[in-house]
T-cell receptor, first 117, second 113 residues
């Protein structure tokens, strides 16, 4: 079974702090994703990566950055946390699409609930 | 552009009665469509996936969904609800021929005894 782990289930930080959220997958997947989940808004894509050292902005990248130095690890960084970044953060991974118009299943970690005070 | 609309934010059913969670999509391509489920304090789990094979897709836990191109719908159904089905359900569409997904806003399913 694919396993995606996230470093913390719950995290409390103060405004202005630098925050690192870590995600590790054990299935040699090329793609990795960071989402935030807010009530009534579903999941929104922050950043994704389709290869080591590669990254692309998602729909809401402002205030975030990412790092992918190794294939299995994808980090989300909040350079200066703000209260509007209080949310549930979900990491996911997938194999790269092998054919035209196909998308492989994304596997999700358990999430990190971040509170910024 | 691709998008997905979940028509109900909340659905309540009695245990043993049918479940219907509605989803409409918009896509310029032949889409891949998914339903994911999220139980309280858990990560998302794939229920089922459509990728242009059979239009009726069977998933885990007795759920199934039917792809209807003419109606641009991908509704999720289950003949008989169980208490353990109470969760939030997300309809998801792929973004063209990329590996990105677009999530609906979710439907919270309540099951009453």
């Amino acid at each position: 079974d694919v396993k995606v782990t996230q470093s913390s289930r719950y995290l409390v930080k103060r405004t202005g702090e630098k925050v690192f959220l870590e995600c590790v997958q054990d299935m040699d997947h090329e793609n990795m994703f960071w989402y935030r989940q807010d009530p009534g808004l579903g999941l929104r894509l922050i950043y994704f990566s389709y290869d080591v050292k590669m990254k692309e902005k998602g729909d809401i990248p402002e205030g975030y950055s990412v790092s992918r130095e190794k294939k299995e690890r994808f980090s989300l960084i909040l350079e200066s946390a703000s209260t509007n970044q209080t949310s549930m953060y979900l990491c996911a991974s997938s194999l790269q699409a092998r054919g035209v118009l196909s998308t492989d299943t994304q596997y999700f970690g358990p999430g990190t609930r971040l509170t910024v005070l | 552009a691709q998008s997905v609309t979940q028509l109900d934010s909340h659905v309540s059913v009695s245990e043993g009665t049918p479940v219907l969670l509605r989803c409409n999509y918009s896509s310029s391509y032949s889409p891949s469509l998914f339903w994911y489920v999220q139980h309280p304090n858990k990560g998302l789990q794939l229920l089922l996936k459509y990728t242009s094979a059979a239009t009726l897709v069977k998933g885990i836990n007795g759920f199934e969904a039917e792809f209807k191109k003419s109606e641009t719908s991908f509704h999720l159904t289950k003949p008989s609800a169980h208490m353990s089905d109470a969760a939030e359900y997300f309809c998801v569409v792929s973004v063209g021929n990329t590996d990105k997904l677009i999530f609906g806003t979710g439907t919270r399913l309540q099951v009453f005894p």
